[in-house]
């Protein structure tokens, strides 16, 4: 590793408006080092990397980059320095090939002016076999995967003769395995010299790739330490301010109650096949498994958006047809979206207006919604979820993403729902917002909602839930009760070997 380093940020502040985004914030990046950034969300990363990057010009403080100063305008100008990002949420155009999106806006072109599709190719495949990865240069970008895409994003940077590659939250949505893929992927990339600064809130990832960690707090530096002086507990505590404690609510002292949701042989082909599960008022049932088993087009068949072929769906002991969401939501089950922007949230309208969105008939007269009424709800539920706002009327787009989840369950909070489905809830969340949403669903089981948790983290899995059943091509394969919880066991069945400990088949 160099001394010197690659990039340094000293002082850096940024005002938008009434709010100090960020204020005085320094760190050094030095190649062959993955520096991971940290913070709750709203604590000023993302700026940080948008000033890096040129997005946004900074009120005070500098940039050097290779001990020299620079002011860049632009993510143009900071790929033409060596500087490349990638997102959380894929930047590829989903009706291009891999290729592409390879090559896009640096095509190579051939005399004539006509763009050299085969050149291209075979840089796309030629930096894929540096970086020991396989990619299908004739893909539709929207046929990959999310991994996929994460690897395609990555060999771009690379291509574009990258000294510093800025990742941010790039296993937010991937399995575990598609997590060790591209772990070992980055584990070349700092081999090859690469420095690389890495913005997450899954701290084994950080605990097993970070050189350095510098965590940010409200704007402002609490710290840099380098990863192997400082424990998980330290970490959490530099982000949150406090010592953390026991990040899951302990299980209700009462029993779960009477079933507030019953499915029979519910059968989507090519989906999934012949699902049975009983969730029960004030209980957690986690759908675990690997990704792409059928969990999440369950999840849109229970809450109707997706037609199921055959089966049966009682809420509360009554036989129900689910066509729609509407249906669905008339009926008492409600749904968090994995994808936030695109489905769970309208970013064009407010905090209010996202709040309400579920619950609109509940306070209409002569077809007229009563805007008094949403205005006092959304303000109400603001406070109980602690909604970090500078007002119900603001934005949403505007908020961080922890506090945008938190929206999205305010939604339900303010309609009367027996079932809340969730997909992935904590995806890009920190962990104190984590153990806000936890407790907030905790919450919900008190009031005798009954959850159906879809995620892929295991130890959300594990913390969380009073039952887990693991999905494999597309059935329902074992049942775990809270004695028999164990990681290899649900891995085992996640990748379909026989069920071990006291799991149960699922019937």
Known sequence: MNAAPLLRVDQVSKRFGGVQALSGVSLSLCAGELHALMGENGAGKSTLIKVIVGVHAPDGGTLEWKGQPIRITSPVEAQRFGISVIHQESTMITDLTVTQNFALGREPVRTGGWVDWRAARAELLATADQLGVAVDPDARAGDLTVAQRKIVEICKAVSQAADLIIMDEPTAALTASDVAVLMQLIGRLKAAGKAILYVSHRMAEVRALADQITVLKDGKLVGTRAAAAVTTDQIVAMMVGRE??????????????????????????????????????????????????????????LYGALAA???????????????????????GIGLTSDDRQGEA???????????????????????????????????????????????????????????????????????????LILLEPTAGVDVGARAEIYRLLRGLNARGVGIVLVT????????????????????????????????????????????????????
Request: with cysteine; glycine share 10%.
């Open 345 to 419: 949230l309208v970013s064009i309208l407010s905090v209010r207006e996202n709040i309400a969105l579920a619950s609109l008939r509940l306070r209409q007269y002569f077809g007229f919604v009563r805007e008094s009424q949403e205005s006092t709800l959304a303000e109400s539920l603001v406070r109980e979820l602690r909604i970090k706002t500078a007002s119900p009327e603001a934005p949403v787009s505007t908020l961080s993403g922890g506090n945008q989840q938190k929206v999205v369950l305010a939604r339900w909070l303010a309609d009367q729902i027996k079932v």
């Open 456 to 507: 892929s983290d295991l130890p959300e899995a594990l913390g969380l839930s009073d039952r887990i059943l693991v999905m494999y091509r597309g059935r329902l394969q074992t049942e775990f009760g809270r004695p028999d919880f164990s990681e290899e066991a649900i891995m085992a069945a996640a990748t379909g070997q026989s069920a071990m400990g006291g799991s149960q088949p699922c019937r």
């Open 244 to 301: 953390l404690g026991e990040i899951y609510p302990p299980q209700p002292a009462e029993p779960p109650g009477a079933p507030v949701l019953e499915v029979e042989g519910l059968s989507l082909p090519g989906a999934f096949e012949e699902i049975a599960l009983t969730v029960r008022a004030g209980e957690i049932l986690t759908i675990a498994g690997l990704q792409g088993q059928g969990q999440r087009q369950l999840a849109m068949a």
């Open 309 to 331: 072929r055959s089966g049966h769906v009682r809420v509360g002991g009554a036989p129900v047809s689910l066509r729609s969401p509407q249906d669905a939501i008339r009926h």
